[in-house]
């Protein structure tokens, strides 16, 4: 079945330790991207790769790292979470560049203390 | 920069009432439209999409068409159903922000009622 896998789906820690949450897409897909969700605010983007080894900002960088080591898995790291990253995270993924349709995983919830 | 801006809600009706939720755009060039639906507790999965002027996207009963003149892509139901309660977004692709991810509204809750 082709889909988008995070992990974990739900995780608590508190300020300050290192935290990562894994993304991984079985459709080869080169374009991978994270978003964060808010009440009121919808989704926004984190960060993106356009291919291994390719990573960019988005709207929302600020406290976050990820790289691209490999083409099916794109990590989002937290070097030092802070209680204003308690969100959803969604990671997606798909064909190239350009409007094409974004496969989701189901979605991280991170609670930060 | 782009941006979207539809109905927040929540949005409350009855089984079998009409559906309508507005979705406006801003965006250079020519972008893609999208709306997605997210059911609680799972990830976003797309509903429908129309790639230029005037497309009409539709599944599962749901319609909307791509209005380049009023900048709009608004989505419609005739019929809605207890199943369809979920959060609905609008989206843009295609303007070249973030290398073609999406740029979404915040989302309208509908909840629909016996």
């Known amino acids: 079945e082709a889909q988008v896998t995070q992990n974990p789906r739900y995780l608590i820690t508190v300020t300050g330790k290192k935290l990562t949450v894994t993304c991984s897409q079985n459709?080869?897909?080169?374009?991978m991207s994270w978003y964060r969700q808010d009440p009121g605010l919808g989704l926004r983007q984190i960060y993106y790769s356009m291919n291994v080894e390719v990573t960019d900002k988005g709207d929302v960088p600020e406290g976050y790292k990820v790289s691209r080591k490999e083409k099916r898995n794109f990590p989002l790291i937290l070097e030092s979470p802070s209680p204003n990253q308690t969100s959803l995270y969604f990671c997606?993924?798909?064909w190239g560049s350009g409007a094409n349709v974004l496969t989701f995983g189901a979605g991280s919830r991170l609670t930060v203390l | 920069g782009n941006s979207v801006t539809q109905m927040e809600g929540p949005v409350t009706l009855s089984e079998e009432a009409f559906l309508t939720i507005n979705c406006t755009y801003t965006?250079?060039?020519?972008?893609?439209l999208f709306w997605y639906v997210q059911y609680p507790g799972e990830g976003l999965q797309l509903l429908l999409k129309?790639?230029?002027?005037?497309d009409k996207g539709s599944n599962k009963g749901f319609e909307a068409t791509y209005r380049k003149e009023t900048t709009s892509f608004h989505l419609e139901k005739g019929s809605v159903q207890v199943s369809d309660s979920a959060v609905y977004f609008c989206a843009l692709s295609g303007s070249g922000g973030g290398a073609d991810g999406l740029t979404f509204g915040k989302g309208t809750h509908l909840i629909i009622q016996p």
């Open positions: 997606a993924s798909k």
């Open positions: 459709m080869n897909h080169e374009y």
């Open positions: 965006a250079t060039g020519y972008p893609s």
């Open positions: 129309a790639t230029k002027a005037d």
